[in-house]
Antibody, heavy 118, light 107 residues
């Protein structure tokens, strides 16, 4: 059973870069069946897809965040990462990493990590 | 972008009741729709994909239907553990949009 675990600072200052890493265990990050995703949820609000990366480095992202977004993958460490640049208070959210089957629906999720911009 | 609209935004029902949540797409999305359950303080959990296919391990009281622009999630014989917020998500193409959520309270 695949497990995903987010890690990174819980507090980021405005205008700085939010950086998170997701560690994948119990399954292969090299599997061609899955895309490795970031999704966020502001406190008390709904879910927003940020983007995802394929094992070969291909990236699909939300146009609303594209100019501030960097997503990378390190298959040797079974990890993928998110960087969101020039953050503001509006980027305060629980950030989830998730696995998307065929890049479609999200069948496994990390527990989420709250990042506060302040 | 295709927008997803859920209704109602919240509802309350008793144990043993059945409820239906609706999700409408602003354009046709065929059957490329998933449903998730999110309990307070937890990550979302996939319930249904391809509009009506039950994810492994999900109880059969969760029923998805629809295609095109109109979809429903029906929960029959409500249990106390069904209290949660439910989200639909379209995945016909990026960006992958979620509905705004429906909060289900069990009386």
């Amino acid at each position: 059973q695949v497990q995903l675990q987010e890690s990174g600072p819980g507090l980021v200052k405005p205008s700085q870069t939010l950086s998170l890493t997701c560690n994948v265990s119990g399954g292969s990050i090299n599997s061609g069946d899955y895309y490795w995703s970031w999704i966020r949820q502001p406190p008390g609000k709904g879910l927003e897809w940020i983007g995802y990366i394929y094992y070969n480095g291909g990236i699909w992202d939300n146009p609303s965040l594209r100019s501030r977004l960097t997503i990378t993958i390190d298959t040797s460490k079974s990890q993928f990462s998110l960087q969101l640049h020039s953050v503001t208070a509006a980027d305060t959210a629980v950030y989830y990493c998730a696995r998307a089957y065929s890049g479609w629906y999200f069948d496994s999720w990390g527990q989420g990590t709250l990042v506060t911009v302040s | 972008d295709i927008q997803m609209t859920q209704s109602p935004s919240s509802l309350s029902a008793s144990v043993g009741d059945g409820v239906t949540i609706t999700c409408r797409a602003s354009q046709g999305i065929s059957y490329y729709l998933a449903w998730y359950q999110q309990k307070a303080g937890n990550a979302p959990k996939l319930l249904i994909y391809a509009a009506s296919t039950l994810q492994s391990g999900v109880p059969s009281r969760f029923i998805g239907s629809g295609s095109g622009t109109d979809f429903t999630l029906t929960i029959t014989s409500l249990q106390p553990e069904d209290a949660a917020t439910y989200y639909c998500q379209k995945y016909i193409r990026a960006p992958y949009i979620f509905g705004q959520g429906t909060k289900l309270e069990i009386k």
